[in-house]
């Protein structure tokens, strides 16, 4: 099993650019989630997903949208990237239901520059 | 109140020391507990749940007080290997409900030295 695998590791954008950040998980859960960790901050959670073709917002939604148009993949999409939306990117996948001692699985992030 | 505090560090501690780590939480509701492990350009990756009764896996222990909404992290024999940043991460969520609002708090780091 690949686990969780993220596509790119490594993007420099310009200002106003879009692009898609995939995630792909191989173990059939349920929920999916994409995190952006700063410099002195936790990771914040940006949107989720509970199910195939199911979105939520997160804590910091602003400037993004998601799509999870199949259970195994999670898109998140920067439609005009802006200098505050230079981080890491994380996407993780949880089995989902049944416990609230789950554990999230984390793919190895993306890191995303914007000038 | 930040949701989640931790000391940010860092440690530095000798190999062989025993270490330990704190964290408090303002949810008062908060269902589940976990301590993750995020090594140097890496991902998180789950190292212990914290269960009420306090739990043990080998040479880490972990420890709840819902009273005073406080995680602790024992870290005893420290190796070389131990040096990463420790996660505190606290759900909300009742049992059953999925982990979607887990909160992490910013970390403390740990270098153990030679």
């Known amino acids: 099993n690949a686990g969780v695998t993220q596509t790119p590791k490594f993007r420099v954008l310009k200002t106003g650019q879009s692009m898609t950040l995939l995630c792909a998980q191989d173990?059939?859960?349920?929920?999916m989630y994409w995190y952006r960790q700063d410099p002195g901050m936790g990771l914040r959670l940006i949107h989720y997903?509970?199910?195939?073709?199911?979105?939520a917002k997160g804590e910091v939604p602003d400037g993004y949208n998601v799509s999870r148009l199949k259970k195994q993949n999670f898109l998140l999409g920067l439609e005009s990237a802006a200098p505050s939306q230079t981080s890491v990117y994380f996407c993780?996948?949880?089995?989902?239901?049944?416990?609230?001692?789950?554990?999230?699985?984390f793919g190895p992030g993306t890191r995303l520059t914007v000038l | 109140r930040k949701e989640v505090e931790q000391d940010p560090g860092p440690f530095n501690v000798p190999e062989g020391a025993t270490v330990a780590f704190n964290c408090t939480y303002s949810?008062?509701?908060?269902?589940?507990f976990f301590w993750y492990r995020q090594d140097c350009r890496k991902e998180p990756k789950l190292l212990m749940s914290?269960?009420?009764s306090g739990n043990e896996d080998g040479r880490f222990t972990a420890q709840l007080n819902r009273a005073s909404q406080y995680i602790s992290l024992l870290i005893r024999d420290s190796k070389l290997s131990d040096s990463a940043t420790y996660l505190c991460?606290?759900?909300?969520?009742?049992?059953?409900?999925?982990?979607?609002?887990?909160?992490f708090g910013k970390g403390t780091k740990l270098s153990v030295i030679p």
């Open positions: 949810n008062s509701a908060s269902q589940s």
């Open positions: 993780a996948s949880e089995e989902g239901f049944s416990s609230s001692y789950n554990e999230q699985f």
């Open positions: 997903s509970v199910g195939e073709g199911t979105t």
């Open positions: 991460v606290v759900n909300p969520a009742y049992s059953g409900a999925g982990s979607y609002q887990l909160t």
């Open positions: 173990m059939n859960h349920e929920y």
């Open positions: 914290v269960y009420s």
